[in-house]
């Protein structure tokens, strides 16, 4: 068996030679011929896109015909019912690009109209007309087809009512799930059912019953005997018992007990079951801007797996019975390990927001060819209407994992019905977005309505804002009464709070952040202690002191409820005012803060802590690279004059020696704490950055890969550390209402999975507790001199991995267990890092304010009382390294807390488990633009990668070959850092087959960069590849 390493190749984009286009001349006269046989084909479909009769995959693997007519035109016209997900969703040839995205879930809030353009003006158009409630003429539901003849049967099973609903979830008969669709097949769905190893398939239209990607459905499993046969790689053990952990299952050195008096921050617990998935550069975690690096996405199945996907489904009552239920199931699942359980949508309980924001293109052509028949139809018989009120036209979605769309002609905007009236097959270009407005039981497609128009689908500012859109980021201005919640821009400090905080303007604190950031909001200081010990320092802007609880800029907050950061543009979560100048952390001028010592010694363990509000006065703006030289001896003490020009400005009376000295004491404190980390079993899966390189005109133009450094590290330990310590803080003082998060061990298939390639190519792999980190250390050590072999190995171990998501403490207070953070190693992990761009940590710096200030309160109560003994000090109870139960049970330390989160309304175990949700479907939506706004970043990388590509004449690369098929292979192309599947020519094949090719350049013609940049988008969001010439 020849080695990955060993299969490289060499590929150039240019000028192709005369095989490839013979080869290609013969593909076209075989897709010709086929043609002839059926309809012309649809601007967006595959080539061989037959017609006529169909058959309707159904749940129990069974097949129904159907005969259909499309457009509502001429009975004698028909199409076939697609069911082919390729068929369905082929290139959109209007952009030439397709581009995917995850779930959007939209604010509780109608997005203000656009203003109107013109034919070819500018990116945004009005929404057109609402259609009449229904979708239909007067009051009626349309049918997408209409016959002569008997009435059309159903395509779908009615949904069951909610009363049966709920009495079939109390027994347990039934689940309440999130649906999931596979972007490689829209034909197979799954969803995760809370306690069962393994997720359900949902095979078929008939058994989805019209559930759209996001939707929240009640499925029935069904029996035994129509279960599938389980996928998996050839020679990957499925014998999954129920329940049951992976060997790289890390528990920690003792499990989480909230009743200890202090948990060392070595300890490590991991939960034994659950389907997340997040994960950076930085351990997993998004712990700092600049430490977000490219995320392992877990297309477990073909599908992302959302954080919803295993939320909490079963009902309040008739537990015994749907544990029980569960119990069975799993049992099944044990004996018959090579089996997939499948079910079937019996009701949609909550339906998806994406529904309200589908973007594709309209296909125009097949429309102009059915109105050329219907016209021909008239002519014959003229009491036959041309053009019709019942006239659809598809869009075709851009994202696979959406149907297509029957929009109703008359309904289309002012501005697409003329030029459809002008014969325009431009408007084919226009990139629209549109919404489902009914899907009835006797149409095999939903009927929708053209909500926007972006502009060209070939421009790249239309594309981002389709992204923006279908992720329902709010880029509009803030609202006047959110705005009013805010001081002028010449706030200072009160005076009352100099008595309230403690004053570190002395204090040596710097920030340390990319070089064109402006919403600092965390900053380092430390300091030597006379004992050997040091004091290491993190203060956190305080944002909540301005984001009042219910205000309007506290819901307008919540709402946004991230950042979003692309590479040229940021659309904030808080206004500017606030996140970038009288709430960030600016050098030189008195700000707010939250601050957390810790007492460290020699070894990394913390000996003291104090938590409290403070005021500070930052002395300079450091960047990554200005740490980064610091920290590489750069500069120094003695040489600091010689870049005092390259330095930024330092405020207050301290000199570069300080800042230089303290600069390398936590960098070797940070080491420390690195490596004690990864010892108690953290995983890092590091990977380089992709940046990005822009014209005088803001255009991409080339590429480049940068890996993260040593004081990106720095910050990283720290902002980890804090977030320990407040979780730490607020699960204890308030155990049914704390925000955390958590991040569950990886899918157990796609670990085994691993385990076997890096087997097959004689790679030693351990997974086990505290290896896997020094497991793929060593791996990466003998590959040193095959990088790019190790870059692959790394997006393959991303794969099982699953996403961290925040949870209300109170969820599962019963499952303490489930509350580790895998990647991390930890049990306790929260976000309090970052308010200025993420509103859980807004929430997260309530809920410790309110424990500063029930501790304070309850030590004051004790003073007053005279329960202190003479010589008794009164330490802190809920904030310190010991947290004293007995004072927290106590009927003063229950008041105290009680009236502490009253005041800083603190919410309630369901209003926190709602923001908990919302905030990690925000996250999931907004990552196609940064870590913790994902899938904008994700898609928006994609479109830049695109138009560079585009500009270039010529593209050279390396090139691994991954896998071999009967006339494809897969290829990892370094430069771009994606692996992409391309068909090629069967002579080229045999020659790679052989071993032969390897060294042999290949050539593509230039409009053929744009597909294989189309094949890029498609591949990183998880859609079907389409072809490609080599």
């Known amino acids: 068996m020849r080695s990955l390493s060993e299969q490289s190749a060499v590929m150039v984009v240019e000028g192709a030679g005369d095989s490839v286009d013979k080869e290609k001349k013969k593909y076209r006269r075989r897709s010709n011929r086929r043609s002839k046989r059926n309809s012309p084909n649809t601007a967006s479909s595959q080539p061989n896109e037959p017609r006529g009769e169909s058959s309707l995959s159904v749940g129990n693997g069974g097949k129904t015909k159907c005969y259909t007519s499309s457009m509502g035109c001429s009975s004698s016209r028909r199409m076939e019912l697609d069911a082919n997900p390729t068929r369905e969703h082929g290139p959109a040839t209007a952009s030439g690009i397709i581009y995917s995205s995850m779930p959007t879930m939209h604010a509780n809030e109608q ?48 949904y069951w009512s909610m009363e049966t609903v709920n ?32 997720d359900v398939l949902i095979s078929g239209i008939a058994a989805q019953n019209r559930a759209v990607e996001g939707d929240v459905v009640v499925i029935k ?38 009743d200890c008096k202090y948990a060392d921050f070595g300890n490590s617990l991991v939960p034994q079951k659950g389907f997340y998935c997040e994960y950076s550069s930085c351990a997993g975690e998004d712990v700092h801007d600049e430490l977000n690096g490219p995320v392992g996405c877990n297309y477990a199945n073909g599908y992302h797996q959302s954080s919803s996907d295993s939320s909490h489904v079963a009902p309040s009552k008739g537990q015994g019975e749907v544990l029980n239920a569960v119990g069975r199931m799993c049992s099944m699942i044990s004996s018959y390990p090579s089996k997939r359980p499948t079910c079937r949508v019996v009701a949609i309980i909550e339906k998806s927001p994406r529904r309200d924001a589908i973007v594709g293109f309209l296909n125009v052509k097949q429309w102009f060819y059915y109105r050329e028949g219907c016209k021909k139809d008239a002519k014959k018989n003229k009491s036959l209407l041309s053009i019709s009120n019942c006239e659809y036209i598809e869009i075709m979605p851009t994202d696979p994992r959406f149907p297509k769309l029957m929009v109703l002609v008359s309904c289309l905007p002012d501005c697409i019905k003329k030029r459809l009236d002008d014969e325009d097959e431009t408007v084919e270009m226009e990139l629209v977005a549109a919404q489902i407005d009914n899907w009835s039981d006797e149409s095999p497609f939903p009927e929708a309505h053209v909500s926007y128009i972006f502009g060209q689908g070939s421009e790249m500012e239309s594309q981002i804002n389709a992204i923006l859109h279908e992720n329902a980021i709010r880029c509009s201005e ?78 307008e907050a919540q709402l946004r409820s991230t950042s979003v950061y692309m590479l040229q543009r940021k659309i904030p979560m808080l206004p500017p005012l606030l996140s970038e100048d009288i709430g960030s952390l600016k050098p030189g001028v008195d700000r707010l803060a939250f601050s957390i010592f810790w007492n460290l010694n020699s070894s990394g363990n913390v000996v003291d802590r104090w938590v409290g509000r403070t005021v500070i006065r930052s002395c300079c703006q450091l960047s990554y690279e200005h740490a980064q030289d610091i920290v590489d001896g750069m500069i120094d003490a003695e040489t600091c004059n010689n870049f005092r020009d390259d330095l930024p400005q330092l405020h207050g009376h301290f000199e570069w020696a300080d800042v230089i000295g303290s600069m390398k004491c936590l960098h070797e404190i940070s080491k420390t704490l690195r490596e004690k980390r990864f010892d108690d079993g953290a995983l890092q899966l590091e990977s380089s950055n992709f940046v990005f390189l822009f014209d005088e005109y803001g255009i991409p133009y080339d590429n480049t890969l940068r890996g993260r450094k040593d004081s990106n590290f720095l910050v990283e330990e720290f902002m980890i550390l804090a977030n320990r310590t407040a979780a ?129 309160l309850y030590m004051m109560n004790r003073r007053m009382s005279h329960k202190v003994r003479p010589g008794e000090e009164v330490t802190r109870c809920f904030t310190g390294i010991c947290f004293l139960k007995e004072a927290a049970v106590s009927s003063e330390g229950r008041e105290a807390l009680s009236a502490a989160a009253l005041k800083h309304r603190i919410p309630c175990t369901e209003l926190l ?71 090629i020519l069967s002579t080229v094949l045999t020659r790679l087959h052989n071993g032969l090719l390897f060294s042999t350049t290949h050539a593509l013609r230039l409009k053929d960069v744009y597909i294989m940049m189309k094949l890029m988008a498609s591949h990183r969001n998880g859609s079907k590849p389409h072809r490609l010439w080599c």
């Not at 053990?237 to 007990?257: C, E, F, M, P, V």
């Not at 990466?780 to 790019?788: C, H, I, R, T």
């Not at 699953?802 to 019963?814: H, I, P, R, V």
């Open 728 to 856: 730490e803080i607020i699960s204890r003082a308030f155990p049914d209402s704390a925000l955390l998060r958590r991040h569950p061990e990886p899918n157990i298939q796609k670990l085994r999975e691993f385990e076997a390639f890096c087997c097959k190519h004689g790679l030693e792999l351990d997974t086990s507790s505290g290896n896997f980190h020094r497991s793929l250390e060593h791996i990466k050590e003998k590959l040193k001199d095959d990088s790019v072999l190790f870059n692959i190995l790394i997006n393959y171990a991303t794969r099982p991995m699953q996403l961290a998501t925040y949870f209300c403490s109170g969820d599962l207070k019963d499952n303490m267990n489930d509350w580790g953070h895998y990647a991390l190693a930890v049990p306790l992990y929260t976000h309090f890092t970052s308010p200025l761009r993420r509103y859980p940590d807004i929430v997260v710096h309530r809920t410790l304010a309110a424990a500063i200030e029930a501790e304070q």
């Open 913 to 983: 488990t709602d923001i908990a949700a919302y905030s990690n479907e925000r996250k999931l939506a907004s990552r196609h633009v940064k870590e913790a706004s994902r899938h904008v970043k994700d898609a928006c990388d994609n479109l830049y990668m695109w138009v560079s590509v585009k500009r270039k004449e010529v593209l050279l690369s390396d090139a691994r070959v991954l896998g071999l098929g009967p006339r494809f292979m897969t290829i990892y192309i370094h430069k771009l850092a994606v692996s992409i599947s391309t068909y």
């Open 221 to 258: 499993v069904d029996p035994l005997s129509f279960w599938t046969k389980m996928k998996a790689s050839k020679g990957v053990d499925l014998h999954l018992k129920a329940n049951r952990k992976t060997s790289g299952s890390r528990q920690g050195k003792s499990k989480l007990n909230t």
């Open 111 to 158: 997005l203000k109209d656009v203003v109107s353009s013109g034919r070819g003006g500018s990116m945004l158009a009005k929404p057109c007309p609402e259609p009449i409630v229904g979708g239909g003429l007067n009051g009626k539901s349309l049918p997408f087809h209409q016959f002569e003849g008997p009435a059309q049967s159903k395509f779908f099973a009615p």
């Open 478 to 555: 803030f609202f006047p009464e959110s705005l009013s919640c805010l001081p002028s821009n010449t706030w200072e400090v009160p005076k009352e709070e100099f008595q309230n905080r403690r004053d570190l303007r002395n204090l040596c604190i710097y920030t340390i952040d990319p070089y064109s950031a402006t919403d600092l909001d965390d900053a380092l200081s430390v300091q030597r202690l006379p004992d050997g010990l040091v004091r290491v320092g993190v203060h956190i802007s305080d944002v909540s002191y301005f984001v009042l609880p219910d205000t309007t800029l506290d819901i």
């Open 167 to 198: 009495e079939a979830l109390e027994k347990g008969d039934v689940f309440k799930v999130l649906f999931r669709v596979n972007a490689h097949n829209r034909l197979e769905a799954y969803c995760k059912i809370e306690g069962v190893p393994t």
